[in-house]
Nanobody, 117 residues
Framework: QVQLVESGGGLVQPGGSLRLSCVVS????????IGWFRQAPGKEREGVSR?????????WYTDSVKGRFTISRDPIKDTVYLQMNNLKFEDAAVYYC?????????WGQGTQVTVSG
C-alpha cells in the first residue's frame, strides 16, 4: 500500500524559509510523478509544484512560486522535498503531496505552513 507522509511545516515570518518533506512508502519515488498542492482557508486546493519521471516534463511550478520554491527528489530516501524561500503571507496554507497510483490519487495528511509576523 502506497502512503505519503508530509512534514516540515511550521510558523515562519515573511521572507523566511521552510523545507517540506514527503516520504513515500510502498513505491519507489523515482518512478512516480509527485506533486505538491496547497489549500488555504476558504480557497480551492491548488497545484504548487510537480516533479515527474520524464526529462521533457521533469519539473513544474505554479507562477506564484517560481524563483522562490524548489522541488527535489532523493531516490535513496524515497522522499520529495519542497524548499520554500522568501515566504509570503499568501503562501500560508496546508500543503499536501500526492501521486497517482493504480489509477487513483494518493494524498498525504498535509502539513500546515503559517506565515505571520
Amino acid at each position: 500500500q502506497v502512503q505519503l507522509v508530509e512534514s516540515g511545516g511550521g510558523l515562519v515570518q515573511p521572507g523566511g524559509s521552510l523545507r517540506l518533506s514527503c516520504v513515500v512508502s510502498g513505491a519507489t519515488v523515482q518512478y512516480y510523478t509527485i506533486g505538491w498542492f496547497r489549500q488555504a482557508p476558504g480557497k480551492e486546493r491548488e497545484g504548487v509544484s510537480r516533479i515527474s519521471t520524464t526529462p521533457e516534463d521533469m519539473i513544474w511550478y505554479t507562477d506564484s512560486v517560481k524563483g522562490r520554491f524548489t522541488i527535489s527528489r532523493d531516490p535513496i530516501k524515497d522522499t520529495v522535498y519542497l524548499q520554500m524561500n522568501n515566504l509570503k503571507f499568501e503562501d500560508a496554507a496546508v500543503y499536501y503531496c500526492a501521486t497517482v497510483y493504480n489509477g487513483g490519487w494518493i494524498w498525504g495528511q498535509g502539513t500546515q505552513v503559517t506565515v505571520s509576523g
